[in-house]
């Protein structure tokens, strides 16, 4: 079992910046392909970047390509996503999910590839 605790959202104006973090236990995160997910008030949950279990792979919707920057911590368990040149369409409850995988790694996309979700955190941004 992988609980995962997302932080670091909160309001900032248009253009501006937030990191968010998100923490896992267990003592294999490297074996994990981890994602970040964005739901916004009655919408459905979409996925917004992927990274491997290494860091050395990474994955992201067109909407924030360029934007936002995944990447992983796997001696401190934390997988992060850096969100620049936010934008009033950005605001949602973002999530972190987690699945594990062995082999070779694919980016998962969609809700259901997932096992294991954080509670979510939500973004703001001010026009």
């Known amino acids: 079992q992988v609980q995962l605790v997302e932080s670091g959202g909160g309001l900032v104006q248009a253009g501006g910046s937030l990191r968010l973090s998100c923490v896992a236990s267990?003592?294999?995160?490297?074996?994990?392909?981890m994602g970040w997910f964005r739901q916004a008030p009655g919408k459905e949950r979409e996925f917004v970047a992927a990274?491997?279990?290494?860091?050395?792979?990474?994955y992201y919707a067109d909407s924030v390509k360029g934007r936002f920057t995944i990447s992983r911590d796997n001696a401190k368990n934390t997988l992060y996503l850096q969100m620049n040149s936010l934008k009033p369409e950005d605001t949602a409850v973002y999530y972190c999910a987690g699945t594990y995988y062995v082999g070779s790694y694919y980016p998962r996309r969609t809700v259901s590839e997932y096992d294991y979700w954080g509670q979510g955190t939500q973004v703001t941004v001010s026009s």
């Open positions: 990274i491997n279990g290494i860091g050395g792979s990474k």
């Open positions: 267990g003592r294999t995160f490297s074996s994990y392909a």
